[in-house]
């Protein structure tokens, strides 16, 4: 699809972003709180905070395959506010209702990246209807760029590096280690501050 020509970006933005102009970049992860969500006060607590929000960023995590034919199902959901990022381990409990409730309302925009693919696995789990979702590198390739994961985004719109350390860990182990959660909560993180400049270059 070519470029949106109503719709250019900015002459200071640049198409695209090398890997060695991405390592030049300052690192930056999300240093806000993060909530690893374990017991119904813990979400309902997280839901007051979502319902509230226009726009929250989310991303999932899967334990990687390593194997031809191999597969699984997501582990974690990750929803991201202005006040914090909520983890979700929906292998370890019952979160259907809530995660329902977030993509079906029309009033809170959900950001994120290749949420195609996130919205496909998470139906394997349990079935939703998605409203107000928006995928940030479709948008991205509607005005030109070529380079549509957040990592790259994230170089090119917000300056940062966001590192991908944990990307292939066991995403399905009872107990996340420190790093797991703030990889997750990063890139929830990232999709929403994504999207809010997006908007602010009125790419929305």
């Given at each position: 699809?070519?470029?949106?020509?109503?719709?250019?970006?900015?002459?200071?933005?640049?198409?695209?972003?090398?890997?060695?102009?991405?390592?030049?970049?300052?690192?930056?992860?999300?240093?806000?709180?993060?909530?690893?969500?374990?017991?119904?006060?813990?979400?309902?607590?997280?839901?007051?905070?979502?319902?509230?929000?226009?726009?929250?960023?989310?991303?999932?995590?899967?334990?990687?395959?390593?194997?031809?034919?191999?597969?699984?199902?997501?582990?974690?959901?990750?929803?991201?506010?202005?006040?914090?990022?909520?983890?979700?381990?929906?292998?370890?409990?019952?979160?259907?209702?809530?995660?329902?409730?977030?993509?079906?309302?029309?009033?809170?925009?959900?950001?994120?990246?290749?949420?195609?693919?996130?919205?496909?696995?998470?139906?394997?789990?349990?079935?939703?209807?998605?409203?107000?979702?928006?995928?940030?590198?479709?948008?991205?390739?509607?005005?030109?760029?070529?380079?549509?994961?957040?990592?790259?985004?994230?170089?090119?719109?917000?300056?940062?590096?966001?590192?991908?350390?944990?990307?292939?860990?066991?995403?399905?182990?009872?107990?996340?280690?420190?790093?797991?959660?703030?990889?997750?909560?990063?890139?929830?993180?990232?999709?929403?501050?994504?999207?809010?400049?997006?908007?602010?270059l009125n790419l929305v």
């Amino acid at each position: 699809m070519p470029p949106d020509p109503a719709a250019a970006l900015p002459f200071d933005i640049a198409q695209r972003i090398s890997r060695d102009e991405v390592n030049e970049l300052p690192i930056r992860r999300y240093e806000g709180p993060v909530r690893l969500i374990a017991t119904p006060p813990e979400l309902q607590r997280a839901m007051q905070d979502i319902r509230q929000e226009s726009v929250v960023g989310f991303d999932t995590e899967t334990r990687p395959a390593f194997r031809p034919g191999e597969s699984y199902l997501p582990s974690l959901v990750q929803f991201a506010t202005a006040e914090a990022v909520y983890l979700l381990q929906v292998q370890q409990g019952d979160y259907s209702g809530a995660i329902r409730e977030i993509f079906s309302s029309e009033k809170i925009v959900k950001a994120g990246v290749s949420v195609s693919d996130d919205l496909r696995s998470l139906k394997k789990l349990f079935e939703f209807e998605e409203r107000a979702v928006v995928d940030l590198g479709k948008i991205a390739k509607r005005h030109g760029l070529k380079q549509t994961g957040v990592r790259n985004l994230a170089g090119i719109f917000l300056g940062t590096r966001i590192p991908k350390g944990a990307k292939t860990t066991n995403w399905a182990a009872r107990r996340l280690t420190p790093q797991q959660i703030v990889y997750a909560a990063t890139d929830a993180w990232a999709c929403r501050e994504l999207y809010l400049r997006f908007a602010q270059l009125n790419l929305v």
